[in-house]
């Protein structure tokens, strides 16, 4: 990881085409401003980890207690296809 210390108004360049520049700092927080191509994904980490886990939570609720992947393909194939019997 690359640790740099800048000051308000001082910028960082990633790369050719992102900027960061830095717009303030109060106390503990530092406010950054990132210019970057529209098609650069830019994203807080805590946002993303918090949907990731929702997600997770979801599937699982889905599932239901105790279920498997081998228990939902048996009853998607309504336990026929699963031993190969018809």
């Known amino acids: 990881m690359l640790v740099l210390t800048r000051k308000v108004g001082e910028r960082i360049l990633v790369g050719d085409d992102i900027v960061i520049t830095v ?3 109060r106390g503990d927080g530092v406010r950054i401003g990132i210019d970057a ?5 830019i994203q807080r980490e805590e946002v993303v980890r918090a949907v990731t886990e929702a997600n997770a939570e979801a599937a699982a609720a889905a599932a239901g207690p105790g ?3 081998e228990a939902r393909l048996r009853r ?3 336990d026929r296809g699963a031993t190969g019997d018809a």
């Open 23 to 25: 717009l303030d700092s």
């Open 37 to 41: 191509p529209r098609g650069v994904k």
């Open 67 to 69: 279920d498997d992947a």
């Open 76 to 78: 998607a194939l309504g």
